[in-house]
């Protein structure tokens, strides 16, 4: 239900334009500083990679899913690996939040300062409650939510 290109501020105005030509209902530049998920940012994981290489990561404790592979990564090197590719790489969401599911997961929670995924989530997968985080009466809510399951 929803796609989003990323790339050339120009590139992606002429990418909104065509879309609202063939039809779309909805289309729009977001609001953001940088290309994410697109090969421009590829100069940029360079430098994280460098940062990340200074930095003890330690294996989760529990199961983390990267959307970059819809997998997990269980050592150092893996999740340095995946946090850098994510910076040039698409977004899979339908396909983690799918997997999320399979794996058996019934609540997600985004948490950040709306709640975009948390439509998406519900839309994509029925199955798994996903409620938005992004202030304190939200947290209330999940917190609650959480202890109730």
Request: proline share 5%; net charge neutral.
């Amino acid at each position: 239900g929803q796609v989003v290109i990323a790339g050339d501020r120009d590139a992606v105005g002429r990418g909104v334009s065509a879309a609202k030509a063939a039809g779309a209902r909805r289309a729009l530049v977001l609001p953001v500083s940088v290309p994410s998920h697109c090969a421009l940012m590829r100069p940029a994981s360079q430098r994280l990679e460098e940062r990340l290489r200074e930095v003890e990561i330690h294996a989760p404790q529990t199961t983390v899913l990267h959307n970059v592979s819809v997998a997990p990564a269980t050592d150092s090197d893996g999740i340095r690996d995946q946090l850098v590719r994510q910076l040039y790489s698409p977004v899979r969401w339908v396909e983690t939040v799918a997997e999320l599911a399979r794996r058996g997961v019934t609540l997600a929670v985004e948490a950040g300062p709306g709640k975009v995924l948390a439509g998406l989530g519900k839309r994509i997968e029925k199955a798994i409650n996903t409620v938005p985080v992004f202030d304190a009466d939200g947290l209330d809510r999940t917190l609650e939510e959480i202890a109730n399951a």
